[in-house]
């Protein structure tokens, strides 16, 4: 099972920038689909972004054209370039892999089976 480890979150306001980065441990990602997630307080967990083995990226509406999901195979790393960060961005945000890789489930956490323990972005008005 690969393991993963966020990193990059922090207060910023609304309108800057932050980059967040999952590290991998135990196994190459070249062959996983990797997903980012968030969950606010009180809210269920949702689909940000996904990039797929061979390059392919999708996002959620509400962050097409402020975020950009890439991966370094060589480094075993998945980032989350996040721009013109907006409060409602404000929440725990996960790392996921997958090597069963669908597309239509792309934005179900439960098609994920391996998760990093999250980091925080708060974003303030």
């Known amino acids: 099972q690969v393991q993963m480890v966020e990193s990059g979150g922090g207060l910023v306001q609304a309108g800057g920038s932050l980059r967040l980065s999952c590290a991998a441990s135990g196994r190459t990602l070249s062959s996983y689909a990797m997903g980012w997630f968030r969950q606010a307080p009180g809210k269920e967990r949702e689909f940000v972004a996904v990039?797929?083995?061979?390059?392919?990226?999708d996002y959620t509406d509400s962050v097409k054209g402020r975020f950009t999901i890439s991966r370094d195979n060589a480094q075993n790393t998945v980032t989350l370039q996040m721009n013109s960060l907006k409060p409602e961005d404000t929440a725990v945000y996960y790392c996921?892999?997958?090597?069963?890789?669908?597309?239509?489930?792309?934005?179900?956490?439960?098609?994920?089976?391996?998760w990093g323990q999250g980091t925080q972005v708060t974003v303030s008005s």
């Open positions: 990039v797929s083995w061979s390059g392919s990226t």
């Open positions: 996921a892999a997958t090597l069963s890789y669908n597309w239509y489930r792309r934005s179900e956490a439960r098609a994920y089976d391996g």
